[in-house]
C-alpha cells in the first residue's frame, strides 16, 4: 500500500494534486469561513498564522506518511478551490480515512463528487487501499448525501464519539471498500 499522491488527478473540471505552500492564499477562502469549517476539526482561519499551522502540520503528517492533504484546482480559473485528503492511514489493514471541504461559492455543482472519484480511483487503484472511512456529523446532510452518491454504506452511529469546540458530537460511520468501488466503476 502507497501513502502518496504519485501524480496529479485530471478531471473534466479539475485537478486534484498535492498542496503547496503557494495555495494558501486560496485556501484561506475556504477556511475563513464559518460556514465551511463549522464540523470540520479545526477551526475557522482568522489570519495567516493559521493557514501556516495548518500548512505545517500537513507537512509533518506527509512526512511521517500519515496522511496526503490534496488541493482542488478549478481548471476554468485556475484557483483552488477546495481540498480533500487521506489520513489515518493502516498500511496492514489497507485501510484509511477520506476528509474533504469546498469553498461555499462552489456548493452545489458535484465539484466535491468529481474529484473524490478521482481520488478514491488512485486511492483503490495505485495506492493498493482496501477500505475508506468517512466519519459525517449527522447534522451535516450534504456530507452524507455525498458519500452515498459516491457509493459508501452508512455503517452506524458512534455514540458521543468527539468532543471539539466545545461540543460533544456523534458521528456516522460510513465507508467504501476497493470490490465495491471496483464493480461499480469497472470500464465499459
Ligand atoms: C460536503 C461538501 C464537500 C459537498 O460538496 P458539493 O460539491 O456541494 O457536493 P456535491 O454537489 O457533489 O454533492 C452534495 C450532495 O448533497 C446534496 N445536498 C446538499 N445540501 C443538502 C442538504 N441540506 N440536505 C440534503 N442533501 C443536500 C446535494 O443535492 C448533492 O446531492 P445530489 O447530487 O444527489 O443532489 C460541501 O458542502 C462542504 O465543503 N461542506 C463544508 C465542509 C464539510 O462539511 N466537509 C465534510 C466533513 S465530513
Not at 71 to 88: A, W
Request: hydrophobic share 40%; proline share 3%; net charge negative.
Amino acid at each position: 500500500m502507497q501513502t502518496v499522491l504519485s501524480q496529479a488527478l485530471h478531471t473534466p473540471r479539475l485537478i486534484v494534486r498535492a498542496i503547496q505552500e503557494n495555495d494558501l492564499p486560496d485556501l484561506f477562502k475556504v477556511f475563513s469561513d464559518d460556514t465551511v469549517t463549522r464540523f470540520l476539526p479545526y477551526i475557522t482561519w482568522e489570519d495567516t498564522l493559521a493557514a501556516h499551522s495548518w500548512y505545517a502540520r500537513a507537512r509533518e503528517m506527509a512526512a511521517q506518511a500519515s496522511a496526503v492533504q490534496c488541493v482542488i484546482v478549478d481548471k476554468e480559473s485556475s484557483q483552488v478551490i477546495g481540498s480533500c485528503l487521506l489520513f489515518r492511514f493502516d498500511t496492514e489493514s489497507e485501510r484509511c480515512e477520506l476528509g474533504y471541504a469546498l469553498a461555499q461559492s462552489h456548493w452545489g455543482g458535484g465539484y466535491m463528487a468529481e474529484a473524490l472519484r478521482a481520488l478514491l480511483t488512485h486511492a483503490f487503484g495505485e495506492m493498493g487501499i482496501n477500505r475508506v472511512e468517512a466519519e459525517v456529523d449527522p447534522r451535516n446532510p450534504a456530507s452524507a448525501q455525498l458519500l452515498r452518491k459516491l457509493g459508501f454504506t452508512q455503517e452506524g452511529l458512534l455514540r458521543q464519539r468527539w468532543k471539539m469546540k466545545g461540543e460533544i458530537k456523534d458521528t456516522w460511520m460510513f465507508s467504501l471498500l476497493r470490490d465495491e468501488w471496483q464493480a461499480a466503476n469497472r470500464p465499459g
